[in-house]
């Protein structure tokens, strides 16, 4: 079988199409591969003489001391946060003069209150002579105890949101 010239020019041109599509796409292996060589270093670093295996291992390890260290961290916060509903957080202070003979706000009441209204109202009385503190428990906003309109003014204003 004879070949004529045009077949075999069109046969030559075809592989030569063909060497060249195939030039290409191991370019762009080689690249695709240095690539990924690159960003698995990064990965696992200067681990010679190590098997990925090995690698993979070490690295799960990590993940779960990490994933150990972040419960402890959880749980760490959930009970700060359950002490600090516990920690004065409001507070409220009214100055006042009870005694017409006395000059100035010498007195006052403090409410010292925690995130649910619970905690102690303090009350100075000054007056020429002499100077008395009462300390009065606090729930929930409300004492058993009978309160001074001072005293459940200072109650009132820490219990009243930020910024009123």
Do not use: C, Y
């Not at 990925?52 to 070490?58: F, G, M, N, T, V």
Request: net charge neutral; proline share 1%; charged share 25%.
């Amino acid at each position: 079988m004879q070949l004529d010239e045009r077949t075999l020019s069109t046969l030559v041109a075809a592989l030569v199409i063909a060497v060249v599509v195939l030039a290409l796409w191991v370019a762009w292996l080689q690249r695709s591969e240095a690539l990924l060589r690159r960003r698995l270093r990064r990965v696992i670093g200067d681990a010679e003489g190590s098997g990925l295996d090995e690698i993979l291992d070490r690295h799960l390890r990590r993940l779960d001391d990490i994933g150990q260290r972040v419960d402890a961290l959880n749980k760490l916060h959930q009970e700060l946060e359950r002490l600090s509903q516990r920690t004065i957080q409001r507070v409220g202070v009214v100055r006042f003069n009870p005694f017409a003979d006395t000059g100035g706000d010498q007195s006052f009441a403090i409410a010292l209150l925690d995130a649910e209204g619970n905690g102690i109202v303090l009350s100075s009385l000054h007056s020429r002579t002499d100077t008395r503190v009462f300390a009065k428990q606090v729930q929930s906003g409300r004492s058993r105890h009978a309160l001074s309109d001072e005293e459940q003014d200072a109650i009132r204003k820490a219990l009243a949101p930020s910024g009123s």
